[in-house]
Nanobody, 115 residues
Framework: QEQLVESGGGLVQTGGSLRLSCAAS????????MGWYRQAPGKQREMVAT???????NYADSVKGRFTISRDTAKNTLYLQMNSLKPEDTAVYYC?????????WGQGTQVTVSP
């Protein structure tokens, strides 16, 4: 069954760090650009970071220099290292990937940054 499963969220204080993981079924990992997105209460889902098949990365301006996207192809896993977290980073974080013809989303993992 094709799926993406996020983990690693939690409650952290301002300035703290978390590492999110997205474990993907081998049949859908790395077929196209994969990425991390987030949605805060009352706001639209937004792109946080993406990585192409070739390994090129792209970040939202709000997270540049603080977040790093990476992957382990042997484990079919996408990561998001988040440092210097701010209260405005509080959101549900989602992983997206899949084949060319459709997108798969994970169930999301909550990240809460306390002041």
């Amino acid at each position: 069954q094709e799926q993406l499963v996020e983990s690693g969220g939690g409650l952290v204080q301002t300035g703290g760090s978390l590492r999110l993981s997205c474990a993907a079924s081998s049949s859908i990992f790395g077929l196209k650009t994969m990425g991390w997105y987030r949605q805060a209460p009352g706001k639209q889902r937004e792109m946080v970071a993406t990585m192409t098949r070739g390994g090129s990365t792209n970040y939202a301006d709000s997270v540049k220099g603080r977040f790093t996207i990476s992957r382990d192809t042997a484990k079919n896993t996408l990561y998001l290292q988040m440092n210097s977290l701010k209260p405005e980073d509080t959101a549900v974080y989602y992983c997206k990937g899949g084949p060319i013809y459709r997108d798969y989303w994970g169930q999301g993992t909550q990240v809460t940054v306390s002041p």
